[in-house]
């Protein structure tokens, strides 16, 4: 099932709003991306403007010399790893062979009751769980609580993005109900598998996957649940 999903999917009625959606997998254009930069005019948010500039300019490899200059600052948000390298990938540079299956993020979406629950996990310990209903717990790494358990995530990712290669088209849109997506975050770009929910939970690529996500959606849950309580 995995690497042979339609090429169009109906999106989910109700589905979590577009603007939220679109900021969790890395890949939104750049003039989105660098909009950012007026408001927050530090790194890495100036550099992704500079390349903005650059590429109106005609000036590609200033461009490329700006987003690696993005990828060499540490301790960034994963997400502006992920958006460097698209921006890259769209002028045409690949990353190196040995970061390119690099996971960056891993993001279960599943259609249930005309919207989606999603939960995204990402390699700097951050996290979100969005529910159908319009509630969500964003879990921006105030301590190592969640660590082992957002691992265990990517870890489980890992394996299926070894198996597959990168989906070379734009990024669907969000699964229709009975459905899941399991979606890796990489340098080379996003890999995901699709199907029905009863065939993803049986399947040993996506079973293990399926299940931290659980693990990770409880976790985050009461995590909110301690914080109400203080």
Not at 206 to 219: C, H, K, Y
């Amino acid at each position: 099932m995995f690497g042979r999903s339609k090429k169009t999917q109906p999106r989910a009625a109700n589905s979590l709003p577009y603007e939220i959606r679109a900021t969790l997998f890395g890949d939104m254009p750049l003039a989105e991306w660098a909009q950012a930069a007026k408001a927050t005019p530090a790194e890495p948010w100036s550099s992704f403007a500079s390349a903005q500039d650059q590429i109106a300019a005609g000036a590609a490899a200033a461009a490329v010399t700006s987003l690696r200059g993005v990828l060499a600052q540490p301790g960034l948000d994963s997400r502006q790893y992920l958006q460097a390298y698209h921006f890259l990938r769209e002028l045409g540079v690949e990353p190196p062979a040995d970061l390119a299956k690099h996971i960056y993020g891993v993001v279960v979406e599943v259609g249930v009751n005309g919207g989606l629950d999603i939960v995204a996990a990402y390699a700097d310990h951050t996290a979100r769980y969005y529910n159908f209903s319009g509630a969500a717990v964003i879990w921006e790494a105030p301590g190592t609580t969640l660590d082992a358990t957002i691992d265990a995530l990517l870890e489980a990712g890992r394996v299926v993005a070894a198996q597959i290669g990168p989906w070379t088209e734009p990024r669907p849109p969000a699964p229709p109900q009975g459905e899941g997506r399991i979606s890796m975050l990489t340098p080379s770009g996003l890999h995901f598998g699709q199907a029905e929910m009863g065939l993803l939970m049986n399947d040993p690529l996506a079973a293990p996957v399926l299940q931290r996500a659980q693990r990770l959606m409880e976790a985050l849950m009461a995590e909110s649940e301690r914080s109400k309580a203080r």
